[in-house]
């Protein structure tokens, strides 16, 4: 059996604090489909069962006091009616994630304001959606007005906005609700020497640039998901308080009336445990991923693993292996080396054997290519660029289409 409970509670209006079933499925028994009692053998039994669960339903909601929604699978196992029934159960989570096509990745927020006889400022979030214990990216940008002017502080709060709309047990009447709490805190320190920009690249003006990455909550006692069902509406806002030291002295403070807003979202690659709590996971289990899963956000690289044999032909493709020292040779003995030294000792083997029957060449067919022929011939790109490069159809001079490189190894074999 599967049942679904949604909690809703405010100690100030016990007509509104009430559970309220919401999904409900049983399955036939496994063992007898009658009353008639069967006995099993002693050993270990397995029942595989599944459950499509409809396209609407609801996700879980944890880590709030006002409400929750929680799924429980249950099993039982019926011994008789003098007998004491024996059952678990066990709690299971479900999340809407974000597809990878979503507005939220593409969308950025920014806030561009002039404070008055002071600086001009903006400040934007790159990206609106953040994974759930992951960072959310912050840009700010700073150009005073006035001489002597500086940033003494920055303030950065994260906060969660949760709104609560719900009828009483007999839809007498509809209550509402709304709290806010403050997530996270940040305080950014601003650097003279690094953060100071002689021509900021966006406006061309000198001011400073500071960009902070905002590490989220790992637990769901701290911070939940965005999300609005059931009467349930949560949602994020970033807001910013800017401390100003005047040419004077004194200090003048600015809070941004407006705040950005910033989705967080449960990622599948980032699992929960049963207390709400980020489960960290090894570079292995990371990679064991499928191809509906939402990609980690953007400039985080928490997911990303570096091949360690193949970093260095890959970061020196512009130099020989003779120009290698003895020390790097020694050390280029993983599978990646390997499957380079096979790849070349194949194709000099290859090269080697088709000299012998290579025509020879006449030098008066290069007298029929024009210089221009001659210099684009001559440019020879790096791995990197022809990698990045779309593949265009190379014609002959007789406008005879050039083979792809499998047709030509298949005929040539």
């Known amino acids: 059996m599967i049942q679904t409970n949604v909690a809703r509670s405010w100690l100030s209006d016990p007509g509104v604090a009430h559970k309220t079933s919401v999904l409900k499925h049983t399955w036939p ?12 053998p002693a050993g270990n039994y397995e029942w595989p069962f599944e459950y499509m669960l409809p396209g609407d339903t609801p996700e879980s909601v944890e880590g709030i006091p006002e409400a929750s ?22 709690q299971l ?3 809407r994630t974000l597809l990878p096509e979503s507005l939220e990745f593409m969308h950025s927020m920014s806030i561009d304001r002039t404070w008055v006889g002071k600086v001009d400022y903006s400040v934007a979030i790159p990206t609106k959606a953040a994974v759930f214990g992951g960072c959310a990216m912050l840009d700010m940008r700073f150009s005073p007005l006035v001489k002597g002017l500086e940033i003494a502080r920055i303030t950065v709060t994260l906060a969660e906005i949760r709104e609560f709309s719900v009828h009483s047990r007999h839809y007498i009447y509809t209550r509402e609700h709304r709290v806010q709490r403050t997530v ?6 601003i650097s003279p020497e690094q953060d ?8 061309g003006r000198q001011g400073w640039v500071v960009n902070k990455k905002l590490p989220l909550p790992k637990r769901l006692r701290e911070c939940i998901q965005d999300l609005e069902i059931h009467g349930i509406k949560v949602h994020h806002k970033v807001r910013i308080s800017i401390s100003i030291r005047n040419p004077d002295g004194h200090l003048s403070q600015l809070k941004l009336d407006m705040a950005l807003p910033i989705y967080i979202f449960i990622s599948p690659n980032m699992p929960l445990d049963d207390q709400g709590n980020l489960v960290e996971q090894s570079p292995d289990s990371i990679y064991a991923q499928t191809d509906t899963a939402v990609p980690p956000e953007y400039g985080e690289h928490v997911l990303d693993q570096l091949y360690e ?11 020989s292996e003779s120009d290698l020292p003895a020390s790097n040779a020694s050390s280029s003995n993983g599978p990646g080396y390997a499957v380079l030294r096979s790849n070349q000792d194949t194709t000099e083997l290859s090269q080697q054997c088709d000299a012998t029957h290579t025509p020879s060449y006449n030098s008066s067919d290069a007298s029929s290519l024009d ?12 791995y990197r660029t022809a990698v990045r490069t779309p593949l265009r159809p190379q014609l002959h001079p007789d406008n005879i289409r050039l083979p792809d490189y499998e047709t030509a190894a298949a005929n040539t074999t």
Do not use: C, H, M
Not at 184 to 189: A, F, I, R, T
Not at 196 to 203: A, K, L, N, P, V
Not at 312 to 318: E, I, V
Not at 371 to 382: D, G, I, M, R
């Open 29 to 40: 028994p496994f063992v007898s489909a009658d009353e008639r009692a069967v006995t099993l």
């Open 196 to 203: 100071w920009q002689d021509s900021i690249e966006s406006t």
């Open 184 to 189: 996270s805190k940040w305080e950014v320190d």
């Open 371 to 382: 210089e221009n022929e001659l210099y684009e011939l001559s440019k020879v790109p790096t």
């Open 309 to 319: 044999d193949i970093d260095s032909w890959q970061n020196r493709d512009t130099q």
């Open 69 to 90: 929604i929680t799924y429980t699978v249950k099993a039982t196992i019926s011994r008789g009616k003098l007998v004491r029934q024996l059952s678990t159960q066990k």
């Open 93 to 95: 989570r479900i999340i």
